[in-house]
Nanobody, 126 residues
């Protein structure tokens, strides 16, 4: 059974940075594509970033347009973790952030992910 535990959320001023981490346990992490999503109050869950399993040419990363250039997703297969470095944070980034393990289908769609963490709150003040 796959288990995901997020950490690193908190309160930060606009323009600041936070680093989220997701600890993975269960099946082979190195073969898993992982994603980060977020959900603000009253809004649908939204894709943030994803990173594929490491292949012969390394991992591939994907970002939502709203975070590209500000957020960086990375993975450490030795530690079974996937991180999300968030820079130049804006009040619109305020949400609960979720780590998820991909199953199949559209990488940008939350329904393509089979396992989810409990979420960590990120609040950006103006």
């Amino acid at each position: 059974q796959v288990q995901l535990v997020e950490s690193g959320g908190g309160l930060v001023q606009a323009g600041g940075s936070l680093r989220l981490s997701c600890a993975y346990s269960g099946r082979t992490f190195s073969g898993s594509t992982m994603g980060w999503f977020r959900q603000a109050p009253g809004k649908e869950r939204q894709f943030v970033a994803a990173i594929t399993a490491i292949g012969w040419s390394g991992s591939s990363t994907y970002y939502a347009a709203s975070v590209k250039g500000r957020f960086t997703i990375s993975r450490d297969n030795a530690k079974n973790t996937v991180d999300l470095q968030m820079n130049s944070l804006k009040p619109d980034d305020t949400a609960v952030y979720y780590c998820a393990a991909y199953s199949s289908g559209n990488l940008y769609n939350s329904e393509s992910y089979a396992h989810w963490g409990q979420g960590t709150q990120v609040t950006v003040s103006s």
